[in-house]
């Protein structure tokens, strides 16, 4: 619809004056920022509807006749409200280092809006790693009654076991599913405000023989609909994003790709694919510039780097033949 919508403009702009130029532009960095899904969309979109305005006063802009103008906002409407929605239903949230926990301890995170419900991994000196929950939260079972341990993609939706956690074993003895193999895996939960229940993840690794578990990231769908395991944006960090800030060559690429990026701090980097699932994580070390990253192991397609450093986020991408 709104493709349609867009070339009856396109044909009534080229009919009466030069705004076709300036809106064919407008629409097409609106498009490009949709695409690239950018943390900061929402401010883009702020920009851009001033610029309509803007161009709104022109005369050649009011010269259009006014079923023309109700299309170019009707247009603009559609598309800046279908950004702010595609990208805002995510809540992501970096755990940041990532904390590892090897002594009596536990890790808290606290999803929903009211502080008692929460999802909390503990380490025993057994050793043992187990999951409880507090309030409206549950944990996502395996036909065993264990928690399940998912793998990155995996559907986290209401179908499924869901269960409130009381100690259960990720690694225990003999008991659990985390016990090997259980490294960037992830945890489904979900948790109820009023009527709705939201879906999310965690993600996190265990050691083996329980010697440990390392949180790193988790992420709810803010829509209530469901969520896969390792689906995130930036919504809900406060971060700059700057794209195509790092260089990065060969593009197209086939067995690897140079990365030059002078690190001054303690910088993360991701490799997402085109559906923002993270297929790789990496962390650069202080004081190095240039990085050889390996891509061996990506299937053909379009890919994205994300670097994250303090408060700011840093992007390119590049094409795996």
């Given at each position: 619809m709104t493709m349609i919508l867009i070339k009856d403009l396109m044909k009534s702009f080229r009919q009466k004056n030069e705004a076709f130029v300036y809106y064919f532009k407008l629409l097409?960095?609106?498009?490009?920022?949709?695409?690239?899904?950018?943390?900061?969309?929402?401010?883009?979109?702020?920009?851009?509807?001033t610029i309509v305005f803007i161009l709104l006063s022109m005369h050649?802009?009011?010269?259009?006749?006014?079923?023309?103008?109700?299309?170019?906002?009707?247009?603009?409407?559609?598309?800046?409200?279908?950004?702010?929605?595609?990208?805002?239903?995510?809540?992501?949230?970096?755990?940041?280092?990532d904390t590892t926990v090897n002594t009596w301890n536990a890790?808290?995170?606290?999803?929903?809006?009211?502080?008692?419900?929460?999802?909390?991994?503990?380490?025993?000196?057994?050793?043992?790693?187990?999951?409880?929950?507090?309030?409206?939260?549950?944990?996502?079972?395996?036909?065993?009654?264990?928690?399940?341990?998912?793998?990155?993609?995996?559907?986290?939706?209401?179908?499924?076991?869901?269960?409130?956690?009381?100690?259960?074993?990720?690694?225990?003895?003999?008991?659990?599913?985390w016990q090997t193999n259980a490294t960037d895996?992830?945890?489904?939960?979900?948790?109820?405000?009023?009527?709705?229940?939201?879906?999310?993840?965690?993600?996190?690794?265990?050691?083996?023989?329980?010697?440990?578990?390392?949180?790193k990231e988790w992420a709810f769908n803010t829509s209530g609909n469901q969520i896969n395991a390792g689906q995130t944006n930036t919504t809900g960090i406060t971060t700059t994003a700057h794209r195509t800030a790092i260089k990065t060559?060969?593009?197209?690429?086939?067995?690897?790709i140079q990365l030059e990026w002078e690190v001054t701090d303690a910088t993360k980097l991701t490799i997402t694919n085109a559906t923002g699932l993270v297929i790789k994580r990496i962390e650069l070390v202080k004081g190095s510039r240039v990085?050889?990253?390996?891509?061996?192991?990506?299937?053909?397609?379009?890919?994205?780097?994300?670097?994250?450093?303090k408060n700011d986020i840093y992007t390119s991408s590049f094409v795996k033949r």
């Open positions: 097409h960095t609106l498009f490009r920022l949709l695409i690239l899904k950018v943390s900061m969309m929402q401010m883009e979109v702020a920009r851009i509807i050649n802009i009011l010269s259009l006749k006014s079923n023309t103008m109700k299309k170019l906002l009707f247009t603009i409407s559609i598309l800046t409200t279908s950004g702010i929605a595609s990208y805002s239903q995510i809540s992501y949230h970096d755990i940041n280092p890790f808290t995170i606290s999803p929903s809006s009211s502080p008692s419900n929460d999802i909390v991994v503990w380490f025993h000196l057994l050793p043992e790693v187990v999951i409880q929950t507090h309030g409206l939260c549950e944990i996502l079972f395996d036909s065993n009654s264990f928690p399940a341990k998912l793998n990155a993609g995996d559907s986290i939706s209401s179908s499924g076991i869901w269960m409130a956690g009381t100690y259960n074993p990720l690694s225990s003895g003999s008991s659990g599913n895996k992830y945890i489904g939960f979900r948790f109820k405000n009023s009527t709705t229940w939201y879906y999310g993840w965690l993600m996190m690794s265990v050691a083996p023989g329980a010697a440990s578990f390392t949180v060559y060969p593009n197209p690429v086939y067995d690897k990085h050889t990253l390996e891509t061996n192991d990506l299937v053909p397609g379009v890919y994205n780097i994300v670097m994250k450093c």
